[in-house]
Structures are given as C-alpha cells and as structure tokens.
C-alpha cells in the first residue's frame, strides 16, 4: 500500500502559478504509476494529467494541456504539477493517484487504486 500527501495547493490570481507536490510513502514509489484529478464544486472529478513510472510519459487532459506539466522524482518518492496561466475555471480541488503498473511507460487515466486527501486551488479572476 502506498499513502499520499498533497500540498502546495493555495489561493492564486488569474495567469499566475502554482506548484502542487505529492509526496507518497509506504511501498517503492518507482512502481506506480501517477496522476493527478481535480474536482470543482458541484461537478464530478476529472483527470488532469498522469505520468508513468519511469516519468518518461506522460498525458495531459485537453483543458490543461500546453499550461500544466507533470513531473516525478523518484529518488524523493514525490510528484510534482506545475501549474501555468492559471484560470478561475481551474478552481478545484487536485487529488493525487497512484496505480501500480506492470509497464514502465504505462500512463492510465482511469482505475487508480490510491488516493490522498487532496489540497484545494483557488484561482481568482
């Protein structure tokens, strides 16, 4: 079992920036998979972006892609978003993910077994 901690989330202008962390503890963090969700008020949760294992790939949801970068340090069992030219529609709160995968390249969007208690972003316009 992995456990996961988000932070960095807080309350941002329109076209600032944001780093969110997610640091996970328990079992090798090199054998999951990562992503991160977000969900907004009255909405449902969607994907934002994932990265494989090894960080060598990864996949953005349409919304963020071009402004949000994911990325890993497995030496500090920690993922990372880097959140660009945010917008008031990015207002949510981001969950952090994690799924054990068999390929090293293998970036899912869906069927994440673990989850932190996420950290809310505020984007004010």
């Known amino acids: 079992q992995v456990r996961l901690v988000e932070s960095g989330g807080g309350l941002v202008q329109a076209g600032g920036s944001l780093r969110l962390s997610c640091a996970a503890s328990?079992?090798?963090?090199?054998?999951?998979?990562m992503g991160w969700f977000r969900q907004a008020p009255g909405k449902e949760r969607e994907f934002v972006a994932a990265?494989?294992?090894?960080?060598?790939?990864?996949t953005y949801a349409d919304s963020v892609k071009g402004r949000f970068t994911v990325s890993r340090d497995n030496a500090k069992n920690t993922m990372y978003l880097h959140m660009n030219s945010l917008k008031p529609e990015d207002t949510a709160v981001y969950y952090c993910?994690?799924?054990?995968?068999?390929?090293?390249?293998?970036?899912?969007?869906?069927?994440?077994?673990?989850w932190g208690q996420g950290t809310q972003v505020t984007v004010s316009s």
């Open positions: 993910a994690a799924e054990e995968t068999i390929g090293i390249s293998v970036v899912p969007v869906v069927g994440y077994d673990y």
């Open positions: 328990g079992r090798t963090f090199s054998r999951y998979a």
């Open positions: 990265i494989s294992r090894s960080g060598g790939s990864t």
